[in-house]
């Protein structure tokens, strides 16, 4: 052990033991930005790491939740996991998670090492830890400040993967992830037949590049926004009609579905988590030898970290807070279906937001234009409730565009708490839907427990 790790390690250790005095909910990165500015590769100095048993998980959209629901699995079934449950998956994430799992002497031992890692920095955190497997979620638009377009970090993953991967695990109804396969020794695929909530897009929404050739990439239908089944007209290119792992007999109300010929239970019934518990069932029994059946056990009683919809009632409306990544069309296109699909009469209070990140922000809500509202539009929405200071006007517009009657769209543009909830409670449905950002969230839930609201 060098001189530099060991006192990199040390540090490390140090500063998890003030966190957990001082607050035990943090910490999931700090330790291993500290650690790395003493040793920058001190994630390839632990020992006891068998590559084999390492898996990256990856992609725009799903990390989190693939992470967690494999990691119960994997432990339901007497299994030993090192991983980054909290989400930090840039590298000092990765390291902080190691440096918890080691000894003193930087020695870790596990059955599996599962991280969750950001997809523009996966070719700097395999640099040191090696993982020879690879699950890949899905590669989308998302970030378009940081990333640019997801062709961009295609290509970064190209390179990256361009030595070969000894296995990879690749969403067969995403076309660009679909075809990074090429570059795996051996390629597993999962994936979902057509469901009953599957849906079309006109020829004017945005499609993508085939990854082969450039050229057009056609949806017969999308499962989920951006996924589905695909084909290229100019090279043939076309997700295989049979994956390794498919899902089937899906049925959202009953909450079930199967995977070769084992019923399973959905921990959330709604259809953009099918993708990830098709990647949880392939990875457990590939890697891990966990029979089908017993997937399907610990399916039965898994709860996610911070589910996806927080319902609260307060003054007799039962408000469905949507939390979505922001910045990001696929993850907002899921949530419109999903209001779409509740036939009862609703409002829906849309909080966009604009894209900060690096100055200059970019403060047009342009992930709106590439969402396909018309279903939402033609369904029975009583109002439309736009706010926030930066884009609730460009929020309105496209709502304007889809044909919504300017009469049923108020606008504040303001975050305030007070302003938004008494817009709410002039409605005169029960039945809310909120999109906003975290941190308007986070405002908002504290003002709704001053006043008494009641929290599911």
Known sequence: MSAKFRLALAAGKSINTLVNIIDKSRGSNLSGEKAL???????????????????????????????????HILKDNGFKVISNLEGANLLAGVTTSMIKASNLS???????????????????????????????????????????DPDYIYRRLEKAFRDGVPRMFINNDEPRSASLAKYSERSVSYGSEKHSQAFTKGDSYVTMPCPVCR??????????????????????????????????????????FTVQGVKFSMPY???????????????????????IEDCAKSFGNFKNVGGRIQ??????????????????????????????????????ALGLAPLVDFVPHYAVSFYAYDCDFSK?????????????????YDTAN????????????????????????????????????????????ENMEKY?????????
């Not at 017969?220 to 049979?242: L, P, Q, V, W």
């Not at 307060?314 to 939390?323: D, E, H, Q």
């Not at 922001?326 to 419109?336: A, G, L, M, R």
């Open 106 to 148: 930087g020695r870790v031992d596990a059955d599996l090492y599962l991280f969750e890692t950001d997809e523009r920095f996966l070719p700097i955190i395999r640099e040191q830890l090696p993982a020879a497997n690879i699950l890949i979620t899905n590669l989308q638009k998302d970030q378009v400040q940081r990333n640019g």
């Open 311 to 348: 319902v609260m009632r307060y003054k007799g409306k039962t408000i469905k807070y949507m939390r979505i990544k922001q910045e990001n069309p696929e993850t907002f296109q899921s949530s419109i279906n999903e209001m779409a699909n509740d036939p009862s009469r609703k409002m829906v």
């Open 448 to 456: 709704l427990k001053k006043e008494g609201a009641e929290f599911e």
């Open 37 to 71: 500015l003493l040793d920058s590769k001190m994630l390839s100095h632990f020992k006891g790491v068998d590559p084999s048993k390492v898996l990256f998980i990856t992609g725009t959209n799903g990390k989190s939740t693939t992470n967690n629901l494999l990691n």
């Open 376 to 392: 939402l539009v033609e369904g029975d929405v009583e109002k439309y409730f736009c706010f926030t200071d930066a884009v609730c």
């Open 215 to 256: 050229h057009k990439i056609d949806f017969e239908y999308y499962n989920t926004d951006g996924i589905g089944s695909f084909k290229c007209a100019h090279c043939g290119y076309e997700s295989s009609k049979e994956a390794d792992y498919t899902v089937r007999d899906i049925d959202f109300e009953s909450g079930t």
């Open 269 to 291: 019934n709604t259809p953009y988590m099918i993708y990830n518990y098709a990647a949880c069932v392939a990875v457990a029994h590939e890697m891990c030898g966990i029979s």
């Open 398 to 441: 496209r709502l304007i565009y889809e044909g919504v009657d300017k009469d049923i769209i108020s606008i504040a543009d303001n975050e305030d708490p007070e302003q938004i909830f008494k817009e709410i409670e002039q409605a005169e449905t029960d039945n809310v839907y909120l999109i906003t950002w975290l941190h308007t969230y």
